[in-house]
């Protein structure tokens, strides 16, 4: 089918909820996507960081065809084998707890809200601090809890008990603190928000305040989770450990999922009856999230990730000096911010795709750049290459 017949399609049956480019992809391998019309493109966000580890892993596809073959749903009032081996493997990759599954990221974020807020009933504690430029996802509650005023327009009024503050700023976190308070959420890199890292003092002084007030530290790793980072989990650098996390994206390879993963403290406060998801943790996705751990644990890539990453650095360093146009690069990983230094840098992404390269435009003027964990020298050359051409065509330069 061709691109027209496609996009046919759309305007008469698909909702228009996206702003939308002229192009359908059909195939992908690794780093690689293809078009209807055949052509290339190195794709360098890959689904909001969903193929994190590159489309069609070859792991994921074993484990899913292996499992197609056996059952395909499990109703979570019965056993399911797979989730029980993945939340395993969750918990040995980072700490004492127990998962909770769903088919989000705003999924898993509802869910550990929800935990907070039983924590806190009997208290009367139930009030969430966010960050300001934080995403949490697209449910009512979720975008009561960004803290984003353009993707809450038109859906007021919100659920209360959503504070927002700036973020790396930890006396606007100490003075929003009231006795309502139940938790402090937060993406350990903020993502739609513009790649923004929070440092390692504010982090420690986050879980320091935490304990003191005994309030649930929650962190939002479904972006930078499963290597994204450089870590199996964002919150591993900062060597301070979360109460609750959350994932989804990158987990099932491909496949739709949401985990909440809660320490050892907080896993008995959801009891049966107070929260449930008909399809979370399904054995074909937790088959592929299974596949997506065979293949960290086998193919090497957080140890390529970080090393792409210092590639790609130095790269786009070399690339800033000869463009002034790149304000700041921010990046931690593979997750990978330009700030530049104009109203808006939409026409650089726009003239990347053109040429090859898919990447994002966030906040007007952040380039988002985030290639699979599995990418090579090589791509990251023909990135740089292009994204330079791009800039010299636009700058004069």
Same mark, same amino acid.
């Given at each position: 089918? *061709?691109?027209?017949?496609?996009?046919?399609?759309?305007?008469?049956?698909?909702?228009?909820?996206?702003?939308?480019?002229?192009?359908?992809?059909?195939?992908?391998?690794?780093?690689?996507?293809?078009?209807?019309?055949?052509?290339? +493109?190195?794709?360098?966000?890959?689904?909001?960081?969903?193929?994190?580890?590159?489309?069609?892993?070859?792991?994921?596809?074993?484990?899913?065809?292996?499992?197609?073959?056996?059952?395909?749903?499990?109703?979570?009032?019965?056993? *399911?084998?797979?989730?029980?081996?993945?939340?395993?493997?969750?918990?040995?990759?980072?700490?004492?707890?127990?998962?909770? +599954?769903?088919?989000?990221?705003?999924?898993?974020?509802?869910?550990?809200?929800?935990?907070?807020?039983?924590?806190?009933?009997?208290?009367?504690?139930?009030?969430?601090?966010?960050?300001?430029?934080?995403?949490?996802?697209?449910?009512?509650?979720?975008?009561?809890?960004?803290?984003?005023?353009?993707?809450?327009?038109?859906?007021?009024?919100?659920?209360?008990?959503? !504070?927002?503050?700036?973020?790396?700023?930890?006396?606007?976190?100490?003075?929003?603190?009231?006795?309502?308070?139940?938790?402090?959420?937060?993406?350990?890199?903020?993502?739609?928000?513009?790649?923004?890292?929070?440092?390692?003092?504010?982090?420690?002084?986050?879980?320091?305040?935490?304990?003191?007030?005994?309030?649930?530290?929650?962190?939002?790793?479904?972006?930078?989770?499963?290597?994204?980072?450089?870590?199996?989990?964002?919150?591993?650098?900062?060597?301070?450990?979360?109460?609750?996390?959350?994932?989804?994206?990158?987990?099932?390879?491909?496949?739709?999922?949401?985990?909440?993963?809660?320490?050892?403290? +907080?896993?008995?406060?959801?009891?049966?009856?107070?929260?449930?998801?008909?399809?979370?943790?399904?054995?074909?996705?937790?088959?592929?999230?299974?596949?997506?751990?065979?293949?960290?644990? !086998?193919?090497?890539?957080?140890?390529?990730?970080?090393?792409?990453?210092?590639?790609?650095?130095?790269?786009?360093?070399?690339?800033?000096?000869?463009?002034?146009?790149?304000?700041?690069?921010?990046?931690?990983?593979?997750?990978?911010?330009?700030?530049?230094?104009?109203?808006?840098?939409?026409?650089?992404?726009?003239?990347?795709?053109?040429?090859?390269?898919?990447? *994002?435009?966030?906040?007007?003027?952040?380039?988002?750049?985030?290639?699979?964990?599995?990418?090579?020298?090589?791509?990251?050359?023909?990135?740089?290459?292009?994204?330079?051409?791009?800039?010299?065509?636009?700058?004069?330069?």
């Amino acid at each position: 089918m *061709n691109l027209k017949k496609v996009k046919s399609l759309y305007d008469h049956y698909v909702l228009n909820t996206y702003t939308r480019v002229d192009l359908c992809l059909v195939k992908g391998k690794d780093t690689v996507v293809e078009d209807t019309s055949g052509k290339k +493109y190195l794709d360098f966000f890959p689904g909001w960081a969903v193929s994190g580890l590159g489309h069609r892993n070859s792991h994921v596809i074993k484990r899913v065809n292996d499992q197609l073959k056996k059952i395909i749903h499990v109703s979570n009032n019965y056993y *399911n084998e797979l989730q029980g081996e993945l939340s395993k493997v969750i918990i040995r990759n980072s700490f004492p707890g127990k998962v909770f +599954y769903s088919n989000s990221g705003a999924e898993a974020n509802e869910a550990a809200v929800k935990l907070a807020r039983k924590f806190g009933h009997d208290s009367g504690r139930y009030e969430v601090i966010t960050m300001e430029k934080s995403f949490h996802g697209r449910t009512i509650a979720m975008i009561a809890a960004t803290g984003q005023d353009k993707v809450k327009k038109g859906f007021e009024p919100l659920p209360d008990g959503f !504070k927002h503050v700036p973020f790396n700023n930890i006396s606007a976190v100490e003075n929003a603190i009231s006795d309502t308070t139940i938790a402090i959420m937060l993406e350990p890199v903020q993502g739609e928000g513009g790649i923004n890292i929070a440092d390692k003092e504010y982090i420690r002084a986050l879980r320091r305040i935490c304990d003191e007030k005994k309030l649930l530290l929650i962190f939002d790793e479904v972006q930078t989770g499963i290597g994204r980072t450089g870590e199996v989990f964002a919150f591993k650098h900062y060597d301070v450990q979360p109460d609750v996390f959350t994932l989804a994206k990158s987990l099932g390879g491909g496949f739709p999922v949401g985990a909440t993963v809660v320490s050892e403290k +907080y896993a008995g406060v959801l009891t049966p009856g107070t929260h449930a998801s008909t399809f979370g943790g399904s054995p074909i996705v937790a088959a592929a999230a299974l596949g997506v751990f065979d293949a960290m644990e !086998k193919g090497g890539l957080l140890k390529n990730a970080n090393r792409m990453s210092s590639y790609m650095k130095k790269a786009l360093l070399e690339l800033k000096g000869k463009y002034p146009v790149i304000k700041k690069i921010k990046i931690l990983g593979l997750m990978i911010g330009l700030e530049m230094d104009m109203e808006d840098a939409g026409e650089i992404y726009t003239q990347c795709l053109l040429k090859g390269l898919l990447i *994002n435009c966030t906040q007007k003027n952040i380039l988002r750049i985030m290639p699979p964990i599995c990418v090579t020298k090589k791509e990251v050359d023909v990135a740089i290459r292009i994204l330079g051409s791009v800039l010299s065509s636009l700058t004069g330069r």
